[in-house]
């Protein structure tokens, strides 16, 4: 299995920066794909963002712009470099990693974007 240990949350204005870590352990990390996924109250889940290895990087259209997800092999972690947050990024940011036999997600971490 491969376990995900997310932090970085927290709350901020908007307008505001936060950057989310992904550590993942338990597997080879450089084998792994990841998505961002967020979850408001009373919302589905959506995706947010996606990263490969080496450099592919894909983005929800609401984010593209604003947020760059990346990732650094050497420390097994991943991360979400979110900008200019608006109060509709409010939601609980999960790290998702993917590959044939793997479908892992962490425990979440609460972004709250408010002033």
């Known amino acids: 299995q491969v376990q995900l240990v997310e932090s970085g949350g927290g709350s901020v204005q908007p307008g505001g920066s936060l950057r989310l870590s992904c550590v993942a352990s338990g597997t080879d990390f450089s084998g792994l794909s990841f998505n961002w996924y967020r979850q408001a109250p009373g919302k589905q889940r959506e995706w947010v963002a996606r990263?490969?290895?080496?450099?592919?990087?894909d983005y929800a259209g609401s984010v593209k712009g604003r947020f760059t997800v990346s990732r650094d092999n050497a420390k097994n972690t991943v991360y979400l470099q979110m900008n200019s947050l608006k109060a509709e990024d409010t939601a609980v940011y999960y790290c998702?990693?993917?590959?044939?036999?793997?479908?892992?997600w962490g425990q979440g971490t609460q972004v709250t974007v408010s002033s």
């Open positions: 990263i490969s290895n080496p450099d592919y990087k």
């Open positions: 998702n990693a993917v590959r044939w036999d793997v479908n892992s």
